[in-house]
């Protein structure tokens, strides 16, 4: 004889009817990532203790409830005890910066030598004092005259184009290791950076091609044996997102690195 009741008898554990899962599925989005959704059902209302593990969690849900039977949907992106596995969002940007760097660095003013570099200087000094310097320097239109004239009207530093390539994964707040933690502030070459960000291993969705292609076509632009021209990994900045997901965010700066504070990979 068929039951009249209205689903299969749930286990009844200090007094109350136990929640039973009836549907679990999971669906993924590129920009949201992987999304996991239980119903769960008791008879009577049975369910704000459930409700209230989803408050403490963050994880979002809707609940339906009467005296005779509740029902609710829990959707979050943790996939502990479900047996999915999370799939992080990885997103690549190569972000042209514009910097202020000092004038005596700029390959010109190296180019003069110590010598009449030192003239220059000598010259500026001369000026602040209230002294006049030879005629040369405020006639000569070479490396040597440019620099005195820079240098007298304050100008120390002149705007240098700098590459960042910014990377940041979107993972579950569960999530326990990132390469984004290795190789923090050591300078990377460029086939370094690019064994480290084209690694499969490492990425769910590796740097694409287009933006690895102009990383290996950036031309050196400082030479000087004082420095390590690189890429300097910077440390990683966390954030939370939505649907309980944390954004990792790390960036490799290219630039000439002073020997004296920083180290190749």
């Not at 119903?39 to 989803?54: F, I, K, M, P, Y």
């Not at 339906?64 to 999915?84: A, D, H, L, M, Y």
């Not at 994964?169 to 933690?181: G, I, K, P, Y």
């Amino acid at each position: 004889m068929p039951s009249d009741r209205p689903f299969p008898r749930q286990p009844i554990i200090n007094g109350t009817l136990e929640p039973k899962r009836v549907s679990l599925r999971s669906s993924y989005d590129p920009q949201r990532g992987l999304t996991i959704t239980e119903e769960w059902e008791t008879a009577g209302d049975n369910l704000n203790g459930l409700a209230t593990q989803c408050r403490e969690a963050g994880k979002a849900y809707d609940l339906t409830s009467n005296g005779r039977k509740s029902r609710i949907v829990i959707t979050s992106s943790n996939t502990e005890g479900t047996g999915f596995d999370d799939i992080p969002i990885d997103t690549w940007q190569l972000l042209g910066n514009e910097v202020q760097n000092s004038i005596k660095h700029h390959p010109n003013v190296r180019s003069l030598g110590s010598a009449d570099f030192l003239e220059v200087i000598d010259a500026v000094n001369q000026w602040k004092d209230g002294e006049t310097p030879d005629e040369f320097f405020f006639t000569d239109d070479g490396y040597m005259g440019l620099l005195f004239r820079m240098l007298i009207h304050e100008a120390k530093t002149y705007s240098l184009g700098q590459y960042v390539l910014k990377h940041t994964t979107n993972v579950s707040n569960r999530w326990d290791t990132n390469v984004a933690d290795q190789g923090v502030e050591f300078i990377y070459t460029t086939s370094q950076l690019v064994s480290e960000i084209s690694n499969p291993g490492f990425w769910t969705f590796p740097c694409p091609g287009r933006l690895i292609s102009k990383i290996q076509s950036i031309e050196v632009q400082n030479d000087s044996e004082d420095l390590i021209w690189g890429w300097k990994k910077g440390p990683s900045t966390e954030g939370t997102s939505a649907n309980n997901r944390i954004d990792i965010s790390t960036e490799y700066v290219l630039a000439g690195w002073s020997k004296l504070t920083y180290l190749p990979l």
